[in-house]
C-alpha cells in the first residue's frame, strides 16, 4: 500500500513528551541542508530532502514529477488544521505504551483481508492443524487434483462432530498437499460464528459467516468456498446416524453455484462422526448460555473443557470431480425443483463417497481408529 | 444543470467537521457562487462566499422562515448535515434537531424543489446485527438500533428523505453514509471512544471494523454536491481491522467483560455522565457493521485514499513508519 510508507512527520523522540506538535513548523529547528520556510513554504515539513543546488541540479522528469506530486499530497494534508489533541500527552510513560503497542500486536498483523483472515494469525496456529492433520487423525486426502489450481470452486462437503474440525482438515488438506496451496474459506454456520473466542479465531484464520452475499462475493474474487449444507443439523447428528447425510439445506449451495458459474466439487470426510461420538445432545440449558445444544460424547462433558478434544480416529477425505452447472445458466437459480433436484444428486453421490471410503477401513469397529 | 458561475449553495450544519469542510472547498471552487451557511452559530470559514444565516432547526416556524431565504437565494443544492456526531443525554432537543429537524429541512426544500440535495448520513444505521454480512450494500435494510435513540433519530431522517427523493423526482437526493470517521481534527463518538486509555472488549468477540479519514470524508461530500449521482452511499476507508487490532494499534488496554458485565457497567457510567457512549453502543463491539463502498467508486468517482492503518495512525498523531519498527523490535 502506497499509502503506508510515505513519511509525515519525523519520529522525533524530543517531541514525545513536549508541546511541540509535529504539524507545526516552528516545532524544530530546520535541519542543516534545508533552507527553512521561505523555500519549502506551506510544507514546513523537515523531512524533505532539501532542493538541490543549481550547478549540480539535473532535469529529472519523472522524479520531478513525482516530488510535485508529493508536495500537493502534502498541501492537501496541511489543509487539516493543527489541532491541540494530542493524545500523546495523556500517557506521560510513553517508554511503556511503545512497548505496549508492541506487545499487544504480537501474533497478529496489521492488515487483514476483507473477511477478516489475519495472515500472521493463520500463521500461528498452522502447527496445530499441521499436528491435527499428520499426526492426530493422520488424513489420508485423495483426489486433490480436482481442485483447480486458481480461479473459483464450491467445495461442498459432509459436517460431523462437535467442533468443525472437518471443515479445518478440508481447509489445511487443500494448503498443505494441492500443488498450489490454496487457502479454502470455509462458510461457518452462524451458531458457530458468534461463539465467544471460537468464532473470532475461526474469522481470523480464514472462516466466513455463512452467507450468500459473503460466498457469492467470496467467489466473485475468485475464491476457493468450502460449504457445509447440513450445517447445524450436521454436527448435530448422533452416534446412531453417523455417515447417514441430513437434508442439504435449502439448496442455497446450488443457487449459489448457478448464480456465480463456479463448478461444484462434492468432498467426503470420513473419520469426524468417530472423533467426536455424539452420544446424545442436551437442549434445556444450552440456549441460555448461546450453544443449539450440549454435546455429551464419551468425553465431554465428563473431562471437561479436555472432552472437547477429538479421538484420535483415522480421517479420510475424498475430493470428487468437478460437477459444472455453468451451462444451466444464472437463470435456473430460479428453479426451485430443478435446484432441489440438483443439491439431491450432490448429496447422493457424496453418499456414495462415504460409503465407498468405509468400505475401504478393513473393519468397522477398531479401524475407525488403526485405519 | 445551472449555469456554472451562478451554483448556489446551502449548507445546514455549518459548524460540524463535514460542514467546515466542505464550506473551505467550496469556497475555493470557482464554480460556486454564493454558499450559505447556516447554523447556530458563525462557522470559522465565514467571509469572501460564505455568508452565515442563523438558523435553529429546532424552531417549530423555521420551515418557512427556510423556504422564504431558499427562494430569494435560489438555491441550487442543499446540503443538509446538521446532525450529531455523538450522543447526547438531551435526547428530546436531539430528536427535535435530527428527525423533526429534518423535517422542516424537507418542508422548505418540497416548496423550492432545489436541484439537487444532499445529506449526510452514516453507516451506523444499518445497525450492528449477527446477521449483518461482510459488507453491507446501500439496498440493505437500515435496522437501525433497538434503544438507541442516536442511530434512530438518523433512520428515521433518512426514511424521510428517501419518501422525499420519491415525491420529488426534480430533486437529485443524495444520501452519503459515512464509516466512523478518524482523524486529528474531527471529534465524534468513535474518536472519543477510542481516546480513552481503556477500552471494554465484549468477552470472546472481535468483529471487523471500518473508518474512513476525516480528509477522505469531506472530499466524498465535496464529490457529492458537485457530482449528478442520486441515491445512497457508503462513503468508507480502505480495508478492515479486527477491533482488537484497532486497540493494539491504537495502544490501548483492552479490558474484556462478560456482556452482562459490561451493559450495567456501561449504563451507569452513561447515566453517571462519565462515559459518552451509551449502552447500545456495545452492540458495535459484538457484531460487524460493515458497509461495502463500490457503488460510490463507480458512481460517485470516490475511492478512498488512506487504508484503515494510516487513517488510525493519522488519528493517533503517530508516523506510519513508528508501530512497524516497534513490532520487529518486540518479535526479534
Redesign the interface.
Known sequence: ?T?????????GEEDWFGDAD??VPDARPWPEGSRGLGDLGFLGDYDTPPIPEPADYAPRNAEGEAAVRELERRL??Q???A?P????K??PLEAV??????????G?????D???R?PRATARWEWLFEFLYARWFRVHATGLEHVPAHGRALLVANHAGTLPYDSAMVMHAVRRDHPARRDVRPLVE?TVF???????IM??IGG??A?P??AE?LLEHGELVAVFPEGEKGMGKLWKDRYRLQRFGRGGFVKLALRTRAPIIPVAVVGAEEAAPMLGKVTWFAKNIGIPWIPVTPTFPWLGPAGLLPLPSKWFVQFGAPIELGDLGPGAADDRLLVNRIADQIRTQIQNMIDGLLGQRRSPVLAAFLG | MAPSQSRVVAVTGACTFLGGELLRRLEEDPRYGRVLALDVRPPAQVGGKVEFVKLDLTQPSVDGELATLLQRANVDTFVHGAFLAHPTHAAEWAHELEDVGTMHVLNACAGVEPRRFVMVSTTLVYGANPKNPNFLTEDAELRGHRDSRFVNDKVRAERQVQRFAKEHPNTQVCVLRFAPILGPTISNLYTRFFSRVVAPVMMGHDPLMQFVHEQDAAWALQRAVDSDATGPFNIVGKGVLPYTTVLALLGRVPVPMPQIVARQLTKVLWATQLVGSPPSFLDFLLYLCVADGARARRELGFAPRLSIKRTILDFLGVAPEDGATDIARAIT
Do not use: C, K, Y
Request: hydrophobic letters at 35%; aromatic letters at 10%.
Open positions: 500500500m499509502d503506508d510508507d510515505d513519511p509525515v512527520v519525523g519520529d509535529p504539524r492537501e494534508q489543509r487539516t488544521p489541532f489533541i494530542d493524545l500523546r495523556r500517557l505504551w511503545r512497548r505496549w503497542r508492541a506487545l499487544a500486536m504480537w497478529r498483523s496489521d492488515v487483514v476483507d473477511f477478516g489475519d452462524d458468534h461463539l465467544p473466542w471460537l468464532g473470532p474469522n481470523r466466513v459467516r452467507d452475499a459473503n462475493r
